[in-house]
């Protein structure tokens, strides 16, 4: 509410707070859903994550799994599509070896 009674010159100020306050709980969603699957099964699932959380935490997940396991398997699944999509487009263009099996993702080390 602040930025609707502010003076106009003070409400790039408030703007920019509330820019920063969202980006602060996008990465502490993501950094939620990484302690929930940094954990000590082969499996990580993202439901409940987003496309942020694969842009910036997926990458340090599987290579923490990697430190035990040879293959992980990484859940999305279906829903809209949209981190099915997001992911498989990661995953390609980081040349993952990996393979879709019933909307399910194999990675091999």
Known sequence: ???????????????????ELREEIK?????YVYQNNSN??????????????????IDDLIYEKFNSYNKIIIITGKG????????KKHLTKYNYDFKIKDYTFVVNK
């Open 1 to 19: 509410n602040q930025i609707y009674y502010a003076k106009n010159n003070i409400k790039p100020y408030y703007a920019e707070l509330i820019r």
């Open 27 to 31: 990465d502490l969603e993501a950094q």
């Open 40 to 57: 000590t099964t082969d499996t990580i699932d993202l439901h409940g994550s987003t496309k942020y959380f694969i842009d910036y935490y």
């Open 80 to 87: 809209t599509f949209t981190l099915f999509n997001h992911l």
